[in-house]
């Protein structure tokens, strides 16, 4: 009898974890809009967003079909049915219905989702939150066409691709505003920029978690981290203008707004740093031109500009002006390909860093010397002029082949001194007079041998120490 009891417990489990399983697999989040931490006021009506990612790529059709997103609400958190806002799937409108039902927002689809497509999921709506303080846990389901539950409720994990709350909690906090922000100045550059200094004392409020900043009163302009004491704000419209600050612990719990400071900001006269760090090298797609942005907060674009000398007027490249919007932010060089053929000679590349109301930078400006022998010939390895410490070898010099890129250093008795290979797309290299032992060579005259795939010439160079 124990063992006909253990058998029918162990079916009714197996049962039971056969109804639990889903081939469908899901994770997602719960944020308030707009903000990066799941924190939220007590007594508060506030828009909160769920992000799913549901991965469909197993689902059993017509057990597994998607027709109801069910949100269940912790307790004392109250959805309106004229709260309710969207839903997307893949950032596109679905069509859809809110139904409350006891503690939970159900979103009911009017197309059953049927593919076997991964999504995301987006959910938008109002809801009131408790008066209750600390932490409050939301679930989430699907249900079927049938309205049975597809295996359990969806786990927590980073569903939107931002460094948000990537969970399905929330922390009520007292609805108690923060003191006003203290200490508050606005000051206006006085070097010519059309910029305004902010500057306030940190809050003390450990609950504070940043300052929100408005100018003239109703336009708020920036959002600070709550260690943050100061802000610049750039490229101002010249006139009169007036600033405020509040501190908030949620953006729906902010406190009173600062006196207002009130500034007279001038017209931009300031011409922007120069570029930094000007490089200018050959490639075997053309002249690569690249450089460190300006240090001037309000350089928009740059210019690059060619002559054949310092003397004569230089002029903007085809297609020479990149707008720093067009740059990737998590980039920190600006790079410029001029793909013309440049014959032999001397050539004059430089960038210009301009602002928004056309002031410009003084030029950066680089030397590139092209020819089709080694130069300088004879060079001085202890020179202090980098036009003349060190040689540099043309791929060029052999015309009209491709492949790998080599130079052999010789001394007049045959003994090799120096093996210079290039990195693939180099079309120069470059010896400073040391050999493989990092020694500076003696003065005299080297054989070289300058080979590109199966082709090569030789000739002579000093060394003249």
């Not at 890129?405 to 797309?425: E, M």
């Amino acid at each position: 009898m124990k063992n006909v009891i253990l058998f029918i417990t162990f079916i009714i489990s197996l049962l039971f974890s056969l109804h639990s399983y889903s081939a469908v697999t899901s994770h997602g989040e719960i944020n308030v809009a707009g903000e990066t931490k799941g924190i939220v006021p007590a007594s508060s009506t506030v828009p909160l967003v769920v992000t799913l990612i549901i991965d469909r790529s197993l689902a059993v059709a017509g057990e597994e079909d998607i027709k109801t997103i069910e949100i269940i609400m912790p307790t004392g958190f109250v959805p309106q049915l004229s709260d309710f806002d969207s839903i997307l799937r893949d950032g596109k409108k679905l069509n859809a219905k809110a139904v409350i039902s006891g503690n939970a927002l159900r979103v009911e689809l009017a197309q059953t989702i049927v593919d076997i497509q991964n999504s995301i999921y987006e959910i938008s709506f109002d809801c009131r939150t408790s008066n209750n303080f600390g932490e409050v846990v939301f679930k989430v389901r699907l249900r079927n066409n049938q309205d049975a539950p597809i295996g359990e409720f969806i786990k927590e994990g980073q569903a939107d691709g931002k460094l948000n709350n990537d969970k399905f909690r929330l922390q009520v906090i007292p609805n108690v505003p923060p003191a006003p922000v203290t200490g508050f100045t606005a000051e206006a550059d006085k070097t010519g920029e059309n910029d305004v200094t902010l500057r306030w004392q940190k809050s003390t409020d450990p609950d504070v978690n940043g300052y929100l900043i408005y100018r003239d009163k109703d336009s708020q302009i920036n959002v600070q981290k709550r260690e943050s004491t100061t802000f610049r704000d750039v490229n101002v419209f010249p006139g009169t203008h007036t600033y405020e600050i509040t501190a908030y612990k949620t953006l729906f719990l902010q406190s009173e707004r600062s006196p207002i400071q009130t500034v007279e900001v001038s017209e931009d006269t300031a011409a922007p740093e120069p570029p930094n760090m000007l490089r200018v090298v050959t490639s075997r797609e053309g002249i690569e031109v690249s450089w460190k942005p300006s240090i001037s907060r309000d350089t928009t674009r740059y210019q690059i500009l060619f002559g054949s000398s310092e003397v004569e007027t230089l002029e903007l490249l085809p297609d020479g002006e990149i707008f720093t919007e067009d740059v990737a932010h998590d980039s920190s060089d600006f790079k410029f390909v001029d793909r013309r053929p440049l014959s032999v000679g001397s050539f004059i590349y430089a960038v210009v860093a301009i602002d928004e109301v056309n002031n410009e930078s003084a030029p950066a400006k680089k030397r590139l010397r092209i020819f089709d022998k080694p130069y300088p010939n004879p060079f001085t390895p202890l020179s202090d002029d980098p036009d003349f410490n060190s040689i540099v070898f043309p791929a060029r010099a052999v015309e009209d082949v491709e492949g790998e890129f080599s130079v052999l250093l010789f001394n007049l008795n045959g003994v090799l001194v120096k093996t210079l290979t290039a990195q693939l797309g180099e079309t120069e290299l470059k010896w400073d007079g040391k050999d493989e032992g990092g020694e500076i060579v003696e003065s005299g005259i080297y054989i070289y041998q300058l080979q590109v795939g199966d082709s090569f010439k030789t000739g002579t160079i000093i060394v003249a120490k």
